[in-house]
């Protein structure tokens, strides 16, 4: 898991006592927007017109733009 990930999301230990990381901030950030883009017909509408990718891939690639901005959203002080 590298630093532009996020630090983890769901931490745990394994049945050994292992310290696991679980999924990345940045792979819950985009399952979360993925519910919302997939819950949307218009938005996988235009998924399907953006060349060179299948609609499965623009939605994912959408999903992970979104939770890309999300990471850099939490380095802001406000």
Same mark, same amino acid.
């Given at each position: 898991? +590298?630093? #532009?990930?996020? =630090?983890? %999301?769901?931490?745990?230990?394994? =049945? @050994?006592? !292992?310290?696991?990381?679980?999924? +990345?901030?940045?792979?819950?950030?985009?399952?979360?927007?993925? $519910?919302? !883009?997939?819950? @949307?017909?218009?938005?996988?509408? !235009?998924? +399907? @017109?953006?060349?060179?990718?299948? #609609?499965? #891939? %623009? !939605?994912?690639?959408?999903?992970? #733009?979104?939770?890309?901005?999300?990471? =850099?959203?939490?380095?802001?002080? $406000?």
């Amino acid at each position: 898991m +590298s630093a #532009q990930d996020g =630090e983890p %999301a769901f931490p745990f230990f394994d =049945e @050994n006592g !292992i310290a696991r990381p679980g999924m +990345s901030l940045r792979d819950y950030f985009a399952a979360a927007a993925l $519910t919302g !883009i997939k819950g @949307n017909p218009e938005l996988c509408r !235009i998924c +399907s @017109n953006v060349d060179g990718m299948t #609609q499965a #891939q %623009a !939605i994912a690639h959408m999903a992970y #733009q979104d939770a890309d901005a999300m990471l =850099e959203a939490r380095k802001v002080k $406000t």
